[in-house]
């Protein structure tokens, strides 16, 4: 095989701009031909595709929730100053639809597994922030 | 002496199997996953109905996933807990939102219920989801052939794949050709076992027995294997009780987070032969 990999590329190059008269395999074997390791070529464009891909599903991901996160109101006011029974109580209200449907049957849904007792005020705490989270959709 | 054939484990179906594993390939397929560290969990997480992951805010659950609609959500899991088990919770909670839509989805999982394998219920379900979303077949099964059976390939699989111990050994066993068998014990009690298609003997219920490596762990006459080590067919195995020809080999470890013993049995001689 050749080891000018320039010419490999400037005849891999030719060969993409002008192959309509070649089928996949002929193309394959002239590049081969020419020095072009095709299956190790194709090997790394498909990860370098697929990385790219990756990355954009990953930062898209990313700024949605940002922008969901930025857009979240504090429809409980400040949870991290609130005692447990202040967190009780508001947990209560949004049961009873004080805070609109939505969100009542959100409640509702929940006390399926609540096991009042054994949730700790942080998790109450965190609780009614997922709640809030869900308000806002 | 010659055993015969025991039934299969019984479990969820073979068909609710399948379709737990079939689940994981849309989201899988969708971001292009190739290698294991492509499996990014709060991408495939927001793609799939907006989920979005917190950590922290729990205490007496590893996990929970508030979902009251059918997109949109929140998966929290319980601060400090190490990757792999952080991923598995989370994986977990994704496979009741696949797996089990509802409104008003809300579930806790507590340590507990990760070692219910063999239960057919929505756990179970949820765990078998996991386990094929961060080490899917078409990845992990490659991997797990060839090398000689013991809890140090499973840690190094789950290494790879950033996921917990016993969930790797959980689906080593299942994709493995070597006749392998785990098993859960919880104090001195056998919990569950699972099989790997090629471990035909039946494996006993009950107490651990003493003369098994992970009996003699319990009992403080030894530490964990940390390797395979003989141990006596009878020790295990239903059907050999009287039997003290057979050893099969067992690599046993404790695992103090979920305050088991896991243990892996490996058939290395043929016990059907006389």
Sequence with gaps: MSKDYKKAVRNLEALLVNDSHMSVDDISRELADDGVDVKAFLARFDTVVRKGVQHQMRKQAEQEQQEAKSSLKQIFGDLRTKSREELRDLFEKVRQGLFGDHLKQAALARCCNFTGGEVSETELRSWLEDIAAVSEK | ?274
Excluded at chain 2, 83 to 94: D, M, N, P, Q, S
Excluded at chain 2, 108 to 129: H, L, P, S, V
Excluded at chain 2, 192 to 201: L, N, Q, V, Y
Aim: glycine share 6%.
């Design chain 2, 1 to 274: 002496m010659k055993p015969t054939k025991p039934l299969r484990t019984q479990g969820l179906s073979e068909v609710r199997l399948a379709e737990c594993k079939a689940a994981t390939q849309r989201p899988l397929k969708d971001l292009l996953v190739a290698h294991p560290e492509e499996i990014d969990l709060s991408t495939i997480a927001w793609r799939l109905g907006r989920l979005r992951i917190e950590e922290g805010g729990l205490e007496t659950a590893d996990g929970r996933i508030v979902v009251p609609a059918k997109s949109g959500g929140t998966i929290r899991v319980k601060a400090g807990l190490n990757t792999g088990r952080k991923r598995f919770t989370i994986a977990h909670e994704i496979g009741h939102f696949v797996l089990h839509p509802c409104e008003g989805l809300e579930r806790n999982d507590t340590a507990g219920n990760f070692t219910i394998w063999n239960d057919a219920n929505e756990e179970a379900e949820a765990n078998i989801f996991a386990a094929e979303l961060l080490m899917p077949e078409f990845l992990f099964k490659p991997r797990c052939r060839g090398p000689v059976p013991s809890l140090a390939v499973v840690e190094t699989l789950a290494r790879d794949f950033a996921t917990s111990l016993l969930a790797t050994a959980f689906q080593y066993v299942t994709h493995t050709n070597e006749q392998v068998a785990l098993v859960l014990s919880q104090g001195n009690q056998i919990k569950w076992f699972h099989r790997s298609k090629e471990f035909w003997p039946w494996i006993r219920s009950g107490n651990v027995h003493p003369h098994s490596a992970a009996g003699e762990r319990l009992a403080g006459k030894a530490a964990d294997t940390k390797k395979m080590v003989r141990a006596p067919a009878y020790a295990w195995l239903t059907d050999f009780e009287n039997d003290r020809e057979h050893d099969i080999m067992e690599d046993s470890r404790y695992l103090d987070w979920y305050d088991r013993t896991v243990s892996l049995l490996w058939l290395k001689d043929d016990l059907s032969e006389d």
